[in-house]
Antibody, heavy 119, light 110 residues
Framework: EVQLVESGGGLVQPGGSLRLSCAASGFTFTDYWMHWVRQPPGTGLEWVSRIDSAGTTTRLADSVKGRFTISRDNAKNTLYLQINHLRAEDTAVYYC????????????WGHGTLLTVSS | QTVVTQEPSISVSPGGTATLTCGLSSDSVSTSYYPSWYQQTPGRAPRTLIYNTNTRSSGVPDRFYGSILGNTAALTITGAQADDESDYFCMLHLGDGVMVFGGGTKLTVL
């Protein structure tokens, strides 16, 4: 069974940093591109970032460029999202998502981890 | 800036048919964008419904149908049921694994 389990969310002050993690299991992690998607409270989904299966290429949404970094440790089957210079508008549930074969859509979603940025 | 448009809300009667659309501010939506659709109920993670325009994910009933209608992608729900009441998000693939979501449609069944 495919499982994606996010962790690392919580309450953080503006300007701070943190790293979200996503532990993957039930599939060959090294075969799949992975993504982060976020959802601010009461609003819609926003694509944040993606990383290829080897961890060699990444892409970021314009709204997070310069502050967010996506990475992965294929030996640990874990996806990461490093977030720096946190802002109130980063408050959201962050989902770890697996891209399908072909990388044109998502097939599995984690349950999400809530990040709240507030003083 | 790529903007994907969806109806904010749609109401449908039980047993009726609802069509949700997904448009682009600067282009026509075609199969080249590999439109996909996701269903989300409050407090839950999204669930993949439709991908590659019209392919249903495993376990999705054939009441859910994806298509291209004119210059938009569309999700049609026939025989609407109470538990279809959810938020529905379309997503387009812009290339190189970059995705963009629409703002979502809140479907009410009443």
């Amino acid at each position: 069974e495919v499982q994606l389990v996010e962790s690392g969310g919580g309450l953080v002050q503006p300007g701070g940093s943190l790293r979200l993690s996503c532990a993957a299991s039930g599939f060959t992690f090294t075969d799949y591109w992975m993504h982060w998607v976020r959802q601010p409270p009461g609003t819609g989904l926003e694509w944040v970032s993606r990383i290829d299966s080897a961890g060699t290429t990444t892409r970021l949404a314009d709204s997070v460029k310069g502050r967010f970094t996506i990475s992965r440790d294929n030996a640990k089957n874990t996806l990461y999202l490093q977030i720096n210079h946190l802002r109130a508008e980063d408050t959201a549930v962050y989902y770890c998502v697996r891209a399908s074969w072909g990388n044109y859509h998502f097939d599995y979603w984690g349950h999400g981890t809530l990040l709240t940025v507030s003083s | 800036q790529t903007v994907v448009t969806q109806e904010p809300s749609i109401s449908v009667s039980p047993g009726g048919t609802a069509t949700l659309t997904c448009g682009l501010s600067s282009d026509s939506v075609s199969t080249s964008y590999y439109p996909s659709w996701y269903q989300q109920t409050p407090g839950r993670a999204p669930r993949t419904l439709i991908y590659n325009t019209n392919t249903r994910s495993s376990g999705v009933p054939d009441r859910f149908y994806g298509s291209i209608l004119g210059n938009t992608a569309a999700l049609t729900i026939t025989g609407a049921q109470a538990d279809d009441e959810s938020d529905y998000f379309c997503m387009l693939h812009l290339g190189d694994g970059v995705m963009v979501f629409g703002g979502g449609t809140k479907l009410t069944v009443l």
